[in-house]
């Protein structure tokens, strides 16, 4: 995969740039006077845990000044025999040139060039300042170096956080088997197929993490993952707008355009939606009258399920007019008529997988985007 909107290969510090928008106001920076040799560890590390906190006062103009190499020891990352420093935001993760050099035509570039000084600290170490992320930065690091652990299952058993964080660095760097396979963990949870999606539905993930995935899914080119990381932001009130808090104090937002699709989308999803409830109720009535075990014991189910259904209609049951459209309307049906039939509880459910199925069919129209191959098996997608 070779996505659009990845940056050129360039004989210079990349720039991420992410989609958070950085906090306008922090409390000013020490003065350059006193950031002299003379700081103390404990020091520095303060000053790099505000420097990462701070997010965007490096990656918003995408050069950081390498004469100032001040730098904390990552806790995790610090090999004694490592062979480079990577600075991140003030942490310095001394790893291994060659690893990078293998798995990233980026960092290969970027370290064939002629290196920066080295500190006293690290004397014979080139010290190579980054923009990114440095919680970023350690999840991949993590996958690339050595370990003490053996990593049997690399990224299909990290958390989401780290396999986002994978995305954004391994795209970045063009270490490319990496996006993939990360993209396919992904996948499992904004599923591209009906099958993958009912496998999906025992495992959801936060609504909220669905903003993250709509915009990695735009810088990776992977608009397979769109549709149903689109459905899921149409969930989210006003944190939609507001933007979704990150761990490292930042908000993730979606951009103007997906946020506008989102807009429309909703009413889209909501009419799906009512459109369904009614068809599954035309359905319900043919096929129960075939079916109902209480048709002949003078007790006939048919007025429970008028009943119910003026009641989700008329908002007594809430839960009809909303964009989630995988919110089960069967359960809500079964709940009010607890002393339904087998065939008739049965029919109940296979009418609204059928509902279900023709709106995951019709997703990517009703969220306005357009996806090759859209519910068709990846292995005939090729
Ligand atoms: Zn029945």
Redesign the pocket.
Known sequence: MRPPTRPARRRALPVLSRCHVPRPHRVSQVSSSNMSARVTRKRARMEAEQAEEDVGSTSATGSVDASTPDFARDEELWYEDGTIILVARGIGFKVYKGPLVDHSPVFKDMLSLPQPATTAAAPNCPVIPLPDSPADLRHVLRLLMPSKRIRLTGVQNASFVAVCACIRIAHKYQIDHLVEESLKYLRKFYPDTFDLFLKSRAKPLNPQYAVTVVNLARLTGANNLLPMALAECCRLGPALVLGIAQADGTREHLSPTDLALCFHAKDKLVEARVKAFAAMFNTLEDV?ANV???QDQGAP?DQDFEIVQTELLDGTVPGLCSPNVWDSLAARVLARIPE??K??KKAVKSAELEQQKAIFERLPDLVGVVVEGWGKDPSGKK
């Open positions: 129960r109902c075990d209480h189910d339904i039939c065939p008739c």
